[in-house]
Each structure stands twice: as C-alpha cells, then as structure tokens.
C-alpha cells in the first residue's frame, strides 16, 4: 500500500485538488461564497461539477450521488451514472452538471418525516453542503448534502447540525467582540469522536437470528470468564484484528479521515478507534462514513461489526464520546486555559457558558442521546448514568468557588493568587481527566460528552450542545455588550453562573447509588429510559430555545418527536417479535426435546437395572420440564405485550407500553432461557462463549 502520507485524501475533492483544477478566479470565488455562506451561482457551480467529474472519472468513477443522512440515523445515497447520450445515441459521453451538483430530487417518500411530508408531495431535495468536501466511495462520487422537504423543512441531520454551528458562532462572536478579541471573524465547534464496537465471527453470528434482526443478544449467558481480568483492555490485538485495522485505516485515509488511536476495550471483542478532531460537520460526516466502512470492511475478514450499544449482557456495552471544544478562525481553542491572566478569566467565562448551558439543558442532552439501544447501556454500571452531571476536577471547581465567595485562591502548590486580577495556574492535563465515570467531563482543554450510544449519529449531541452554548452565549453577549467595564462584568458574570448552577457539576463516582440520591436533593433530573425522556423534547422552553435560534421550527420539533418515538417502537417490536420466534422455535423445543433424551435414558436404565441411581437425570428433569412450563407461559405474555403494544396509536403511550411490557416480558424469558442454557449441552443458538471468545 505504500506511505499513508501518498494516499491519505487521495479519493477526496479537497482544497488541494480543487486549487489545481480549478481555474484560479473560480477556486476564489467559491472559497469566498463558501467562508461568507453565500450559494453558488450557476456558472461557477458548473465549473467546479465538471473539475469534480474529471477528477472523479480518472478516478475510475461511474456514477455520483448525493450522499445524505435521514432521520434513519445511516446514510442514504442513489447513484445516477454520469452518462449522456450523443447523436442517436449510439454514443455516450460523461457528464455533470452544476445544477446535478447543487441540487437533487430523489424519491424519498419512504424515509422517516414525522408527518412533516405527505406522500403526495412526497419530494424531498437534497441541496450540496460545500463545506464538506466530496469524495470517491465504490466507483461513485459522493457530494455530501443536506435533505430537506419540499417545503424546506430539515428532515435529516446535517441541517440542524449546520444551523446549531451557525448559531454558536453568532453568539460566541458577539461575546469575543464584546470582550476586545475583534481579530476574531468566526467561531466553529470542532468535535473528535471515539468510536467502541465489537467484531464477532460471522459463522457465529449467522446462527444469532437476533443479531441479524436486532444488532444485540437477546438470550445468552456470559461463559465462565468475562471483562474481570481486565486483560483484553489495551491488550495485544490479535492479528486477524489487526489485520481489520489495518485495512480500515487504509479505506479511511484514502477517504481524508484521520483516523488516529486503535486499541482493545474493557470486553472481550470489543474495540476503538479514535480520530483526530475536525470541525463538527466534518466529523459528523466522518463518523457516519467510519461506521459504514467498519461494517464493510469486517466482512473482507470472515467478521461482522456490532455497532449497537449493548450487544452482550455481562459485559461493557458501546458508547462515542463526543469530544467538543470551540475553536476561532484564528486557530485558538478558546477552551484552552491559555498563561496570560486575560486568557484565563475569558477561559472561565466560555466554562461558565458550558456549565449553564448543561444544566439548563440536561433534559435535551439526555433526549439527544435516547434510543432503545441506549437505554441499556445507560446507568448500567459501565456507563454514564442517566442524570447528566460535569466534571471540572478539584482544582477548577477550587477556582470557581474561590470567585463565588470572592476570596484569595490557594492554588495545589500553595502559589497564593488574587483571583480578581485574573491569575490562574496552567494546571495539566493529567489534574482534569482521571473520573471515567461522568457524562459530561472537562478533560484539559475540551469537554467529552460520554453519553452517545455506539450506533448513533453524533449530530444530535452536537446540536444541542451548540444551541445550549449558543443561548447561553447570547445572554452573556446582552450583558457584555451594555457594560462599561468589561471586566468587572465578566467576574460578575462568573460568579453568577458558578453561584445559580454548581449543582451540576460532580467530581466524585457517578455510578454509585448515592450519587443517585444526591442528584435528586440537588433536583437533577433522572430521566430513566427513552419513554421517559423524550416527550420533554417538546417542553416550551426547548421549543423557544431551538426556534429563536433557527435550528427547528415548531413542526420540525414536533416531527422529529414523532420519529424518535415511532423508532423506539419499532425496534422494540422487532426485538419482542425476534425474541418470541427464538424462544417458540429454537429454545423451547430444545429444552422440551433434552427433557425427552432424560426420560429415555431414565427409562433405558430402570429397564436394565431397576434400582439403578438415576438421581441426576431426574433432578435435571424436573428443573428443565418446569422451565420449559415457564418458557412457554412467558412467550404466551411476550405474544400478548406485544400485541397489546402494537395496537396503540398514540406514540408515546406506545413507547411505554413497549417499555413496561415487552421488554419485562423479556427480560424474564430471557432469565429462564439462560439458565436452561448452562444445563443443556447442545444449545440451539450460537453461545457466548463462541461470540466473544471463538471456543
Ligand atoms: P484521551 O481522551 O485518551 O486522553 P485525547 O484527549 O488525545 O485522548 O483525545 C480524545 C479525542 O478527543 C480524540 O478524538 C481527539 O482528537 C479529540 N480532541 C482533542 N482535542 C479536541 C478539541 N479541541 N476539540 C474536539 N476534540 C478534541
Ligand atoms: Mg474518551
């Protein structure tokens, strides 16, 4: 393959390419519509679509796409082929236009739009994101773009990730220009996202129809051995991994995305990988294409690829950890805690927005991260819990207080300091990073949001971690704006926010159960499980937040509710369908049929020797003739929930029933399979043991 260095963006459409086959005047002005956010006109769009088609078509290229993410959470592309015809047609030629580049029409009345697009008017349109650069996948080139109604309503997650990004950077100007920093032009959030999952061996996985139809296990139990050695977190990896690794790394370089940090997680099968952060867009963009080869590549290597956020119980489920910072176009992280005393106390403000805006918003950072997948992997002592907390580490919080009471601050090494005069210590990284437990943690110079489920589309994090900031932004701009003495305001501000939002911030273990109760004294919310989350999307203060910032519309938020909802009951329905069909034709018939192989051996050896011990079988019967008793009865319910669930129009009183019921009548059928399971040794369903370790 050669040097990373050689290949890496060589199936992209990036700046290089576009400055040297684009002819210079057009190269400007697109990069000038671009940086002002200006659209294209027709002449310089079909300038820049036929360079595209050169470049791609000696790539090998056949076709285009518009490549786009539906509220399904994956990407979707249709390809259409470059080809013309001349004359009569007995010629072609290949070809591309602006208007094709800019703008699409594909059929899209089969993806999700929460009512937001009768079928009649069923027509969505994808429009080009030329901020994100397109790039060459299966002979076909990939513009990224944004999918919209008819109307114009966002019914994808690029649109409101780009209107969230526009929004911080609106606010987080106006507070820079308020503070003295008026160098600065834009602002833009810059996201780094680790990627967990597991690979299992496709053989095994063949014979899991609830892998097939659900990306988890809906029975099993964990083999003798499971994560406790902490042997296989950052362990050797083996060499058909590696091998995986090695050629996703490839496929993704080539495709410009800078993948960085590979290792073994805490689980057996389970592994990460890390890239190097970019804008969010970009990363969002990159994530989605991660995934997607991921899952391509696993196959080249007799493997599959489990994204889904818990598809073993007993050991680590998966999450993506959302690391978030805000950068200037003057390249400065502005999280950063910087030497000069000025620095610092403009660090602290931009940490006081953050800390406002989690605690202001907890309820939507929990919605963004709510799926079915999720709600197994949240709370379950792995994982963040469901309540939404930060961590700063002592010495920020030591600051923080210090500015709160308007005392001297001690710093760790007993530096005495005047905290109105701006001073604070350039503390390291390693004070800030140690507490693996929090959701939302400060880890040196950027916050890692901890809650986003292995599968998900890091967008609707990043959304509302931008819109939060963004409001929180536009409050500190109002003040900064109208005061006279800027620095002043800014301690004001400070110790405002640290005095009326400190409940927020917890340094100590979120697993444990008295942070729970904690929580609750400090009225944190717990919202439990999907169900119980989601209706508060709609809350008024979220529809005002979202509204007065251009993210959603009303009847985008509403849609939106409705989709998250109705992909709750849809995956629970599959998973209680799968689960009854396993149970009704593979567990239970094989308990039944060992009960049978017991009797006959009893049977057969009270023929030849009447008072023969036949104690074993006869315990073992007994056990396993009871649990197929009870395995049949719970399937009866699991039916009956099911039905019962699918029958109800509302959503959301759906959504509850299919929590309450379905997945209860589950979790109990799976309580008796798996025991069943450990006394029977042909198991009709590929095991644990053989998932996760091969044997
Ligand atoms: P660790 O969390 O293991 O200490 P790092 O802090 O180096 O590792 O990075 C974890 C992830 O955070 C990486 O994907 C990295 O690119 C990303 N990251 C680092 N700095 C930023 C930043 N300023 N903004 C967004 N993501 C960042
Ligand atoms: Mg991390």
């Keep these: 393959m050669g040097n990373p260095t050689e290949y890496f963006g060589s199936l992209v459409f990036n700046d290089e390419v576009m400055r040297a086959r684009l002819p210079k005047e057009i190269y400007d002005t697109l990069k000038a519509r671009i940086n002002d956010n200006q659209p294209l006109d027709r002449a310089i769009a079909n300038e820049v679509a036929s360079a595209m088609k050169d470049w791609a078509v000696e790539k090998g290229a056949t076709h285009f796409t518009h490549w786009f993410q539906p509220m399904t959470g994956i990407t979707a592309e249709k390809h259409d082929s470059f080809i013309t015809p001349v004359g009569d047609g007995s010629k072609i030629i290949l070809d591309f236009s602006g208007k094709e580049l800019i703008k699409g ?24 994101d030329p901020t994100s650069y397109a790039f060459i996948k299966d002979n076909t080139l990939c513009i990224p773009t944004a999918f919209c109604s008819y109307g114009g309503e966002a019914l994808d997650k690029k649109t409101p990730l780009l209107r969230s990004m526009e929004a911080l950077n609106t606010h987080a100007v106006r507070v820079l220009h308020a503070i003295g920093n008026t160098e600065v032009h834009s602002v833009y959030t810059t996201v780094g996202a680790e990627q967990e999952y597991f690979l299992v061996d496709k053989a095994y996985y063949d014979r899991r129809k609830d892998l097939i139809y659900t990306g988890r296990t809906l029975f099993g139990t964990m ?17 058909r991994v590696k091998a995986f690794m090695k050629e996703l790394n490839d496929e993704l370089w080539k495709l410009g995305v800078l993948a960085k940090t590979e290792h073994n997680e805490a689980a057996p099968a389970q592994h990460e990988l890390a890239p190097i952060f970019s804008s969010a867009n970009i990363a969002a963009d990159h994530n989605q294409l991660t995934m997607e080869i991921m899952k391509k590549i696993a196959a080249n290597h007799g493997l599959v690829c489990l994204l889904h956020e818990k598809p073993f119980e007993g050991v680590n489920g998966s999450g993506k950890h959302d690391n978030w910072a805000m950068c200037t176009d003057t390249g400065e992280n502005l999280f950063n805690p910087g030497k000069h005393p000025y620095e610092n106390t403009r660090f602290l403000l931009l940490l006081c927005a953050v800390i406002k805006a989690v605690d202001d918003y907890q309820d939507l950072l929990r919605i963004s991260v709510a799926s079915a997948g999720n709600d197994h992997r949240l709370g379950a002592h792995e994982a963040p819990p469901a309540i939404v907390s930060m961590f700063l580490g002592d010495e920020l919080c030591d600051i923080l207080t210090a500015i709160r009471d308007g005392r001297e601050y001690h710093d760790r090494k007993s530096i005495r300091m005047e905290v109105g005069a701006h001073v604070l210590p350039t503390f390291s990284k390693d004070t800030t990073d140690r507490n693996r437990t929090s959701p939302f943690a400060f880890t040196g110079n950027k916050f890692e949001f901890r809650m986003v ?6 967008s609707d994090a ?3 971690l931008n819109t939060a900031v963004a409001e929180v932004l536009s409050g500190f701009a109002d003040i900064l704006e109208a005061a006279d003495d800027t620095e002043k305001a800014m301690l004001n501000i400070i110790k405002s926010t640290v005095r009326d939002h400190e409940r927020i911030i917890f340094n100590g273990n979120n697993y444990s159960d008295e942070w729970v109760a904690e929580a609750q004294r400090r009225g944190l919310l717990n919202l439990r499980s999907t169900p119980d989350a989601l209706p508060h999307f709609v809350d008024k203060k979220n529809i005002e937040l979202f509204t007065k910032h251009n993210v959603f519309t009303t009847a985008e938020m509403y849609s939106r509710l409705e989709i998250l909802l109705e992909t709750y009951n849809k995956t629970v329905c599959i998973e209680g369908k799968t689960a009854l069909d396993i149970l009704r034709r593979k567990i239970t018939p094989s308990v039944i049929s060992y009960c049978k192989e017991l009797a006959e051996s009893i049977n057969a050896k009270r023929a030849a020797l009447p008072e023969v011990n ?22 009866k319910e699991l039916d009956d929930a099911v039905k019962y669930a699918a029958g109800i129009s509302d959503a959301q009183l759906a959504a509850r029933a299919y929590h309450d019921r379905v997945l209860d009548a589950m979790s109990r059928a799976r309580k008796i399979a798996d025991a069943a399971e450990t006394l029977i040794p042909k198991w009709p369903i590929a095991s644990y043991s053989k998932l996760l370790y091969g044997v």
């Design 105 to 128: 029409e594909p059929d899209a009345s089969s993806f999700p739009s929460g009512g937001l697009r009768a079928t009649f008017e069923a027509r969505g349109y994808t429009a080009w």
């Design 223 to 239: 083999p003798p051995k499971g994560q406790e050695m902490d042997d296989h977190y950052f362990g050797v990896i083996k060499p």
């Design 453 to 458: 489920g292995s599968s998900m589309s890091v």
């Design 462 to 464: 990043n959304v509302v």
């Design 614 to 635: 036949v104690d074993a079988e006869l315990d073992m019967l007994s056990i396993l003739s009871n649990a197929s008793g009870e395995l049949y009865k719970v399937a």
